[in-house]
């Protein structure tokens, strides 16, 4: 089972660079969401969607823009990196709303370092 | 709007003790969701536990054990019998019936030591 899928793994890039990270989920999942981890700091939401077609600000959305294309499919593009955005980013899913069980199921994680 | 707190960067327990970590956090909803994650070595995020805010009774999970105490805003995980492979980052998250925003703590770095 592929569960939730980000592409790419590992990435570097410059400052001023322009990248999208992609995350698909297989699960049927309503809800998508994209959290950046920082040492000290937890996971941070930076965007998230409750259903296709609907985008919503997180806590930290400066300097990122999300599209989510169909229900499978939630990218969040840099469209020029800082090097405040090296950081590990995280793709997650859950039912919600239908279940509110409000689980989440990750990605494995992106490492993005910006030189 | 709602914040979570984790006042427990860090902790290291022996093998086999009872370990408790600390979550607070802030709303004014009355109806939410809270969670506690576990993120080994290899970073997958793994749920440990939940809680629904209008249940009085604490959620258990094998050796995971919650202390909710919603007048307090507190929601602390008890690990007893603690193994070696619950060493990992654990963070708590919050949710509310009003919207999907799902939004996690600083994160408690346990340490279980042989």
């Known amino acids: 089972n592929a569960g939730v899928t980000q592409t790419p793994k590992f990435q570097v890039l410059k400052t001023g660079q322009s990248m999208t990270l992609q995350c698909a989920q297989d699960?049927?999942?309503?809800?998508m969401y994209w959290y950046r981890q920082d040492p000290g700091m937890g996971l941070r939401l930076i965007y998230y969607s409750a259903s296709e077609g609907t985008t919503d600000k997180g806590e930290v959305p400066n300097g990122y823009n999300v599209s989510r294309l169909n229900k499978r499919e939630f990218s969040l593009r840099l469209e020029s990196a800082a090097p405040s955005q090296t950081s590990v980013y995280f793709c997650?899913?859950?039912?919600?709303?239908?279940?509110?069980?409000?689980?989440?199921?990750f990605g494995e994680g992106s490492r993005l370092t910006v030189l | 709007a709602q914040t979570v707190t984790q006042s427990q960067p860090e902790m290291s327990v022996q093998e086999a003790e009872t370990v408790t970590l600390s979550c607070t956090y802030d709303t004014s909803e009355n109806n939410y969701y809270l969670f506690w994650y576990k993120q080994p070595p290899s970073r997958q995020m793994i749920l440990v536990i939940r809680?629904?805010?209008?249940?009085?009774q604490n959620a258990t999970e094998n050796r995971f054990s919650v202390n909710f105490q919603k007048a307090a805003k507190s929601f602390s995980l008890k690990i007893s019998d603690s193994q070696l492979g619950d060493t990992a980052m654990y963070f708590c998250a919050f949710m509310t019936n009003r919207d999907d925003k799902i939004i996690f703590g600083k994160g408690t770095r346990l340490h279980i030591l042989p």
């Open positions: 699960m049927n999942h309503n809800s």
């Open positions: 809680q629904e805010a209008y249940k009085q």
């Open positions: 997650a899913s859950s039912e919600l709303p239908d279940t509110y069980t409000g689980e989440l199921f």
